[in-house]
Nanobody, 122 residues
Framework: QVQLVESGGGLVQAGGSLRLSCAAS????????MGWFRQAPGKEREFVAA????????YYADSVNWRFTISRDNARNRVYLQMNSLKPEDTAVYYC???????????????WGQGTQVTVSS
């Protein structure tokens, strides 16, 4: 069992930056791939970024590539999402998720956090 708690969301102007953090409980965190997803009002949840258990592989959605960076610290049971050059269309609730394999599909992830709101003003 893994419990996930996101933090770091907030209100930022377009062009600004935020760093999201996801704290995981459990001693097996380092064996899980981690992902970030987001859901805007009236839209389906969409993939943002993912990282393998070792951190050696990362995947990004085209819409955030070169602007967002996913990273993890297995010693601290944390995964991060550094978001730069934010745009109004990045506004959404951001969720972290843990799964057995690195994937871009939400159903591949077994555990989910409650989400943190990111709002980008124009």
């Amino acid at each position: 069992q893994v419990q996930l708690v996101e933090s770091g969301g907030g209100l930022v102007q377009a062009g600004g930056s935020l760093r999201l953090s996801c704290a995981a409980s459990g001693r097996t965190f380092s064996s899980y791939a981690m992902g970030w997803f987001r859901q805007a009002p009236g839209k389906e949840r969409e993939f943002v970024a993912a990282i393998s258990w070792s951190g050696g592989r990362t995947y990004y959605a085209d819409s955030v590539n070169w602007r967002f960076t996913i990273s993890r610290d297995n010693a601290r049971n944390r995964v991060y999402l550094q978001m730069n050059s934010l745009k109004p269309e990045d506004t959404a609730v951001y969720y972290c998720a843990a799964g057995r394999i690195i994937a871009t599909i939400a159903r591949e992830y077994d555990y989910w956090g409650q989400g943190t709101q990111v709002t980008v003003s124009s």
